[in-house]
């Protein structure tokens, strides 16, 4: 006995048995750490504790708060690497926020990762849609009520930013806005998930979404990747049928919010009550805010300038609503955005808007005795010259230049006057045209991301493409605003889409870049779902072979077109399969469509008196 209390170590008090994982999470102490890192739970008015990751650079005081809303993890945010160095720790969008000694927030939404609470997706507001008392406007109104009340090392002055659904949560927190927060910039801000946002454009539905979807509903953490077993995207949306057949054999019709898109193709009350642009119409604009988008932004290229345009009656002294828009594709802009595709920038487009734009932006209304910045109503990168420029509005042109479709498939800003009334194509929903080549893969950044620069040449001499191409330029063209589709068109079959792309095409010859001769890079694309044509709550049958007139607007564009360039048109009725295929018979929910109601179908586009199709352009004079 006394020689084992000789061997037994004097400290010794921790039992052989005692766990080894501790029950609490982990943190590792760093002495030499030029931050410091605290999780919390903050709890909401209904009782729900968010998760809230908060990095504070150390000896911080009089800081100000910047503050990110996600669905997407907040721990991960704030650790891109283990290190006791704060720009290592936090992304490279944040390198302006912690030059400058910002207090880092991320937090989890409630019911995603370590949040409490259910998840529903990008939640509406309390109202019509949502009967709890709870929204992404009070979860933020509480959540900066908490932070400072409760961060002594704060001046008190939060600001938010976030792309895309965390766009969205900035918008969000500006419906009744804390009176602390002082200064956003929602970034490709979801804004209407119908007109023109991820889940659909003017009525078609975006496929691809089905796979995100599972990622981020079938968990509160990390979800499912839908595993086809099919290497190109194509044929398995192509073999599956419709959406809600390729749905159902993932089982994907599990998921509820797969059902609610299901139960709502048309824009009913369910999208018009969400439609944030419109909610925020309504309020007073009482948060200076810098609303952004990508020039290609391949998700939420609508949401940003319908924001801009809602708010912009409010700032009377053009200094409270601002829209910038860079040559980027989703998301980029927190980022690298030198290039995009193979079109390459002045410099890193992203890192120059971030330090020379957004920060002084911030700094102006978050940071003790910073100047006054001169913030731009309006920054946008004109592409063509490829240069940055400060506008005091958007847009500069209505879309009053009509560019008309001619005979022979030329374009031309006189009136058509050729013999030739009209041009056709046969669209087959069994063979649709691909949004990208094949193979399709959507899951692959490095096709979904830029593929709205991808070279539209592929597509133009299809036999269901129809292509018309004005002559080379000898002058600039100058466009800054929103193009409109103007078409006179029939069908013979009862329901159609139609793909307008508004292309630059680059001289054959480029010796700077000889792989850009001949490009054909689009400026300007959307799809329209032509049963909605008398109203997006209106669905209704297309009268076979009738000539009828389809309007609608394309994405906005700040484009020169180079003398030596050409402009192009092109149309066609499917583009799969980011869209899902319309049937080209009208049935009361394309969702539901059988193997039976997809037919081919032949589509006049006109060219004459009285019916002259074009593209109307904001042309700058
Ligand atoms: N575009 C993504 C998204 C936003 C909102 C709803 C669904 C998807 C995103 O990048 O967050």
Do not use: C
């Not at 979860?139 to 792309?163: F, H, R």
């Amino acid at each position: 006995f006394l020689l084992a209390a000789l061997f037994q170590p004097a400290l010794a008090q921790t039992p052989y048995m005692a766990p080894d994982i501790p029950a609490t999470k982990f943190t590792a102490t760093l002495p030499e750490a030029d931050y410091v890192k605290q999780e919390v739970m903050i709890p909401m008015r209904d009782g729900v504790k968010l998760h809230t990751v908060i990095v504070i650079p150390k000896g911080a005081q009089h800081a100000p708060i910047m503050l990110t809303r996600t669905p997407y993890n907040a721990s991960k945010r704030a650790e891109r690497m283990e290190s006791p160095h704060i720009a290592s720790l936090l992304g490279d969008a944040d390198d302006a926020f912690i030059e400058h000694g910002y207090i880092r927030v991320y937090q989890d939404v409630r019911g995603k990762y370590g949040s409490e609470g259910d998840y529903v997706m990008t939640r509406p507001l309390r109202g019509a849609l949502n009967n709890t008392a709870v929204d992404h406007s009070t979860d933020a109104w509480d959540t900066i009520d908490w932070l400072v009340k409760n961060l002594p090392q704060s001046n008190g002055k939060v600001g938010m930013v976030g792309s895309s659904y965390e766009g969205f949560t900035v918008l969000m927190a500006l419906v009744d806005p804390h009176p602390a927060l002082k200064a956003a910039v929602p970034m490709s801000p979801m804004v209407d998930g119908w007109r023109g946002d991820d889940w659909f454009h003017n009525g078609a539905f975006r496929e691809s979404n089905l796979g995100y979807i599972a990622s981020q509903n079938a968990a509160r953490g990390k979800g499912v990747e839908i595993a086809t077993g099919i290497y190109d995207d194509y044929d398995a949306f192509l073999r599956a049928g419709s959406a809600s057949d390729f749905a159902h054999q993932y089982g994907l019709d599990q998921l509820n919010f797969t059902r609610k898109i299901f139960e709502h193709p048309a824009y009913d009350v369910y999208w018009q009550e969400q439609a944030l642009d419109k909610i925020l119409g309504k309020r007073d604009l009482k948060v200076p805010t810098m609303t952004l988008v990508g020039r290609w932004d391949q998700e939420d290229i609508y949401g940003a300038y319908a924001t801009y345009a809602a708010l912009e009656p409010k700032d009377k002294d053009n200094n409270m609503n601002f829209l910038v828009v860079g040559p980027w594709r989703h998301s980029q802009v927190n980022g690298d955005g030198s290039s995009l595709g193979p079109l390459k920038w002045t410099g890193d487009t992203a890192a120059e808007f971030r330090r020379d734009y957004m920060l002084p932006f911030f700094d102006q209304y978050l940071r003790d005795g910073a100047p006054r910045f001169d913030t731009p109503p309006v920054l946008s990168y004109q592409t063509g010259p490829n240069r940055w420029r400060r506008l005091d509005k958007w847009p500069l042109a209505p879309a009053s230049t009509p560019l008309y479709l001619e005979p022979g498939q030329h374009l031309s800003f006189n009136k058509p006057a050729g013999q030739q009334q009209f041009d056709e194509y046969v669209s087959d929903p069994a063979k649709p045209v691909p949004f990208v080549q094949r193979p399709v893969r959507m899951g692959d950044g490095n096709v979904w991301r830029p593929w709205l620069v991808a070279d539209q040449r592929p597509y133009s001499d299809r036999p269901d493409v129809l292509t018309y191409v004005s002559e080379p330029l000898k002058a600039p063209l100058q466009l800054a605003g929103q193009p409109m589709v103007n078409l006179f068109a029939a069908t013979s079959g009862s329901d159609v889409d139609w793909v307008v792309k508004l292309i630059d095409v680059y001289p054959d010859e480029v010796a700077r870049q000889p792989e850009m001769g001949g490009y054909q890079l689009a400026i300007a694309m959307d799809i329209f779902r032509g049963r909605y044509k008398d109203g997006f709550d209106k669905p209704h049958a297309i009268a076979s072979n009738k000539v009828e007139r389809y309007r609608f607007a394309l994405p906005n564009v700040d484009h020169v077109f180079l003398p030596g360039h050409r402009v192009m048109v092109q149309i066609q009725s499917s583009w799969f399969p980011l869209y899902d295929r319309n049937p080209q018979t009208f049935v009361p929910n394309i969702f539901y469509a059988k193997p039976q109601d997809y037919k081919k179908a032949t589509q006049r586009i006109y060219h004459a008196p009285g019916m002259e199709s074009a593209i109307e352009l904001p042309v700058v004079k």
